[in-house]
């Protein structure tokens, strides 16, 4: 089945103490990004990656870094996390980036609590 | 700086009842529109709009897109429950990164 995994669904944590929330896919897709929703907000994209080893910040990249190792995954780091990270985090995955009109498929989403 | 206005923002109607959602945009180097459903956990994709005047439909929604007033809107006739959900509105310009601007969602309930 084609789908975004991301680990872990929930997490509760103290400020300071790093994180990293995984992401994968099994699609073969290039273009992979995270985005995080908020209240009154909506969701805003943090990093993005159009493929292997080439990443790019989104329009809120403040304390989070990202990795893109392999084409199939695509972690998110908080070093520091900080209370005002707490919020819903999506991964979510095209086939290719902006040449393409394919529509982007989301992750379950994982809900960071920062105390 | 790409903007994305949905309204209303939230809607109560009856089990039955049609309702229309609305988005209006600002982008530069617009590409497509995308609508998505919310429920629980994950945005599921409904549609993509690329062309004016085309109408997509998938059961009993459909959507349609104006580019030259730069809005789209998303109907759904004869609602069920299961409709209840946020319906998200999203545009994607062209270029490199495929971003998704996100409206801030309607939030449609649906009474029994």
């Known amino acids: 089945e084609a789908q975004v995994t991301q680990n872990p669904r929930y997490l509760i944590t103290v400020t300071g103490k790093k994180l990293t929330v995984t992401c994968s896919q099994n699609m073969n897709h290039e273009y992979m990004s995270w985005y995080r929703q908020d209240p009154g907000l909506g969701l805003r994209q943090i990093y993005y990656?159009?493929?292997?080893?080439?990443?790019d910040k989104g329009d809120v990249p403040e304390g989070y870094k990202v990795s893109r190792k392999e084409k199939r995954n695509f972690p998110l780091i908080l070093e520091s996390p900080s209370p005002n990270q707490t919020s819903l985090y999506f991964c979510a995955s095209s086939r290719t980036s902006g040449a393409s009109n394919q529509p982007q498929h989301f992750g379950d989403g994982t809900r960071l609590s920062i105390l | 700086e790409d903007k994305v206005v949905q309204s209303p923002l939230s809607l109560v109607v009856h089990e039955g009842d049609t309702v229309t959602l609305n988005c209006s945009y600002e982008?530069?180097?617009?590409?497509?529109l995308l609508w998505y459903k919310q429920e629980k956990k994950a945005p599921t994709f409904l549609f993509m709009l690329t062309s004016s005047g085309i109408e997509k439909k998938s059961g009993r929604l459909s959507s349609i897109l104006d580019k030259k007033e730069l809005f789209s809107i998303l109907n759904i006739t004869a609602t069920q429950t299961g409709d209840s959900a946020i319906y998200l509105c999203?545009?994607?310009?062209?270029?490199?990164?495929?971003?998704?601007?996100f409206g801030k969602g309607i939030t449609l309930s649906v009474r029994p």
């Open positions: 999203a545009v994607l310009r062209t270029g490199a990164n495929s971003k998704l601007t």
């Open positions: 982008v530069t180097n617009f590409r497509s």
């Open positions: 990656s159009m493929n292997v080893e080439v990443t």
